[in-house]
């Protein structure tokens, strides 16, 4: 492939020119953090999740025009498994076929385990795990024809190491971080890297709602809840950003992370180091 003078400037500057993305749950928090950081190495981005959608419309709007990238948005509800498929089919009419997936849609409920709603439980598994499966399934068929692609599960320190009262959600995590090493395996000599992120605390609104839940069945203030509970866990005693999660996604995608597969990848502060 020949390319030209502006083309090789673009890739050197942008090195994800060119690629098609999906990034679930990229309406908020990690994945929009994610999502901004794709579209800023010079991704096409198709952004996924729940929300207003004059304000959705908005963001896609903001990401095309702010890095020139092509950006487009579907609905799909992850927890249903053909729109999954519907999200992927999507994508590829839309900007192409999918170079980068990351599967980063995620839900949270917290409970005793012998109190825990089952309802929650079957909607935890379906949003954080089984949804992983769904998308990779239809992406990888395309990925390996074309020898490349690149998947990032958004898992957790909870992936890693248990917290109480986070049964399904603990669950969940450890078995996205399985689901990644089995993928990473049988797609070693295909081009194609499978890797999880495991946050500790990243401020999102998940946590801003966590953080209201754990202050109403704790009888805390919101500063008890952070301090006391949540940051007690992490050893730097700080939340970390999107944009750090972003940063280490884009690295992942990109011709450096050739060689980066299976892994579980911490950005815990050292809570996992315990
Ligand atoms: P968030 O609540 O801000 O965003 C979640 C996103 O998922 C939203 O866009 C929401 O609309 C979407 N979503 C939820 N249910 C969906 C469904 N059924 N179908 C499609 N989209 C759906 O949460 P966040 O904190 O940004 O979390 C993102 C991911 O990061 C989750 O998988 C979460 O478990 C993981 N994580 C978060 C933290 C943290 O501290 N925030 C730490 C570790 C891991």
């Known amino acids: 492939m020949t390319l030209t003078a502006s083309e ?15 990034v679930t749950g990229s309406t908020s928090g990690i994945g929009l953090g994610i999502a901004e950081s794709l579209a ?12 207003d959608p004059a304000q959705i419309e908005q963001t896609r709007e903001t990401l095309s025009a702010l890095y020139g990238v092509e950006a487009a948005y579907s609905p799909a509800d992850l927890s249903m498994p053909e ?16 170079d980068i997936l990351v599967n ?36 990888l068929p395309s990925m390996v024809e074309r020898g490349f692609g690149r998947i990032v599960n958004i898992a957790s320190a909870h992936g890693l190491v248990a917290s109480p ?36 605390y ?20 919101h500063e008890q809840v952070v301090t006391d509970v949540l940051l007690t866990a992490q050893p730097n005693r700080r939340f970390a950003t999107v944009e750090e999660i972003g940063a280490l996604t884009a690295f992942l995608c990109g011709r450096h992370g050739a060689s980066v597969t299976g892994a579980a990848l911490t950005v815990d502060g050292g809570w996992t180091a315990h």
């Open 40 to 51: 800023e190495q010079g991704a096409a981005v198709v952004l996924n999740g729940f929300g």
């Open 202 to 221: 990243v401020w999102t609104p998940l946590v801003e709602r966590q953080i209201a839940d754990q202050a109403r069945a704790h009888g805390m203030t």
């Open 8 to 22: 090789t400037a673009a890739a050197l500057t942008r090195p994800l020119t060119g690629r098609v993305a999906i």
């Open 104 to 139: 980063n849609a995620g839900i949270q409920h917290v409970a005793p385990v012998a109190e825990f709603p089952t309802a929650k439980w079957d909607a935890i598994l379906a949003v954080n795990l089984s949804s992983a499966f769904h998308a990779i399934k239809a992406v």
């Open 83 to 98: 729109q999954i498929a519907e999200m992927i089919a999507f994508a590829h009419d839309a900007l192409g076929p999918v």
């Open 165 to 200: 009262f986070k049964s399904a959600y603990v669950a969940a995590k450890h078995g996205v971080v399985g689901l990644t090493k089995t993928v990473a395996l049988e797609t070693a000599r295909a081009g194609v890297t499978c890797n999880a992120i495991c946050p500790g």
